[in-house]
């Protein structure tokens, strides 16, 4: 799991949320600008949260889409998978 929490994907989102709440706090108004940071930032997590779960179905052995960045790495990971349970 902690292979998940930790993955660069996570971990700069979780920093990009972190600017974004520390600019909220301040007295400058919430501008058009704004919104469009908040929307990256969604987008931003949801692919990074897509693609740990991406990750985490590959290395059970199962099925996951074919546009997911993992798709190519399926078989590798599910070989990683095996031969720690030997």
């Known amino acids: 799991m902690r292979k998940y929490l930790f993955g660069t994907g996570l971990l700069s989102a979780i920093t990009g949320a972190v600017t974004l709440l520390r600019s909220a706090r301040s007295e400058e108004r919430f501008t058009w600008r704004t919104a469009?940071?908040?929307?990256?930032?969604?987008?931003?997590?949801?692919?990074?949260?897509?693609?740990?779960?991406?990750?985490?179905?590959?290395?059970?052995?199962?099925?996951?889409?074919?546009?997911?960045?993992?798709?190519?790495?399926?078989?590798?990971?599910?070989k990683k998978r095996v031969s720690r349970r030997r």
């Open 36 to 78: 469009l940071a908040w929307l990256s930032w969604a987008i931003t997590m949801a692919l990074a949260v897509g693609s740990v779960v991406d990750t985490r179905r590959a290395s059970r052995g199962k099925r996951i889409p074919l546009d997911s960045p993992r798709a190519d790495d399926k078989n590798k990971l599910l």
